[in-house]
């Protein structure tokens, strides 16, 4: 199951992965191209937000960014492929990985000035495969976090951790090989059932007892830049779930457009998955009274019968700049000559 799947899909990140770092080769560009359906749709974080022609993706997003952060090597910590349990009727396999794209940050990007260091840009990946071609990707990535290693302080002090975040406890993410349907039955039954949970939330339950319904005591969440990693029912609920309830009204969630899980692993993403009112409080930023869009990924690791990690990819910068604030711009290196 799922193994052609992924091996065409590595096979594009071997192709894109060795591709040259400065200007565009049109033998490189076939060499990736050459996984991509003609009907493609690209989805990432602002600015890039959504483009539906792969040379543009390629040009717009992958060149200048290897040209900026060269020698890059891909690290994955999760790999994995399974069905979308949101849309039945599809029988394409959505294929996902998670991790650091690695390099030395030489040239600035995005108006961000480079440190001539080592950097992991963190990122998160869904590809849809259907008839032997990738056809839509979802990659989500933490810009942020790259600022951070650049020295820049793109919000206010965190309510959790600042760190480069690890892949699962036990290593045992990269599922190149097929995985039991009844572990990946099991893992997706409790993803809903916490999903479930989330968007029927009573005030009047507490929200630890609400967690633990599906997830273990000593939790791990391994939130983005602008909130930060927590450990522990008690502290994620000090740290940011309690924080973030209280700090929104008028919450609408709009779906996933692909929910899925394989062995012990599983996750979605949504575009958007929420439209919300900030009140006050969240990241340390007042009211705006403007409603926004918040675009997530969410991956999960299943220990036993509940969840044991969480990693959480959401675009704050295309967030605050809904709500006025436009964090790029206000830490633009002046220096930059692209």
Same mark, same amino acid.
């Given at each position: 199951m799922f193994q052609s799947q992924k091996k065409l899909v590595m096979e594009y990140y071997a192709a894109l992965d060795s591709c040259l770092e400065t200007g565009r080769s049109e033998a490189a560009f076939a060499s990736c191209s050459a996984f991509i359906g003609s009907e493609y749709r690209w989805r990432g974080y602002h600015p890039f937000n959504e483009i539906n022609d792969y040379a543009k993706v390629y040009e717009e997003f992958w060149v200048p960014l290897k040209r900026s952060i060269v020698r890059m090597q891909r690290r994955q910590d999760i790999f994995m492929a399974g069905h979308n349990c949101v849309d039945s009727e599809d029988d394409a396999v959505w294929v996902v990985s998670m991790g650091h794209l690695m390099g030395l940050f030489d040239k600035s990007w995005l108006g961000i000035a480079p440190t001539g260091r080592i950097v992991m840009f963190r990122y998160c990946e869904f590809n849809k495969v259907s008839h032997g071609k990738i056809v839509d990707t979802a990659m989500y990535f933490d810009i942020p976090h790259l600022m951070m290693q650049a020295g820049l302080q793109p919000f206010p002090q965190m309510t959790g951790a600042q760190l480069v975040q690890p892949g699962p406890n036990g290593h045992g993410g990269l599922l190149f090989e097929t995985?039991?349907?009844?572990?990946?039955?099991?893992?997706?039954?409790?993803?809903?059932?916490?999903?479930?949970?989330?968007?029927?939330?009573?005030?009047?339950?507490?929200?630890?007892?609400?967690?633990?319904?599906?997830?273990?005591?000593?939790?791990?969440?391994?939130?983005?830049?602008?909130?930060?990693?927590?450990?522990?029912?008690?502290?994620?609920?000090?740290?940011?779930?309690?924080?973030?309830?209280?700090?929104?009204?008028?919450?609408?969630?709009?779906?996933?457009?692909?929910?899925?899980?394989?062995?012990?692993? &599983? /996750? +979605?993403? =949504?575009? %958007?998955?929420?439209?919300?009112? *900030?009140? &006050? /409080? +969240?990241? =340390?930023? %007042?009211?705006?009274?403007?409603? *926004?869009d918040m675009r997530v990924i969410d991956i999960y690791r299943r220990e036993g019968e509940k969840l044991a990690e969480n990693w959480i990819f959401i675009d704050l910068l295309h967030f605050w700049k809904q709500q006025g604030l436009d964090i790029l711009a206000r830490h633009k290196d002046l220096n930059e000559t692209d």
């Open positions: 995985q039991p349907l009844e572990e990946s039955e099991k893992t997706l039954d409790l993803i809903n059932s916490m999903v479930s949970d989330v968007s029927t939330w009573q005030k009047d339950v507490p929200i630890e007892e609400e967690l633990g319904r599906t997830w273990h005591d000593d939790m791990v969440w391994w939130g983005p830049t602008g909130i930060g990693a927590t450990y522990t029912i008690d502290r994620y609920v000090k740290q940011h779930s309690g924080v973030f309830r209280a700090s929104f009204k008028d919450r609408t969630f709009n779906g996933h457009v692909c929910r899925m899980a394989e062995g012990h692993f &599983g /996750g +979605f993403f =949504g575009w %958007p998955n929420l439209t919300l009112e *900030a009140t &006050g /409080g +969240f990241m =340390g930023m %007042p009211a705006t009274g403007k409603r *926004a």
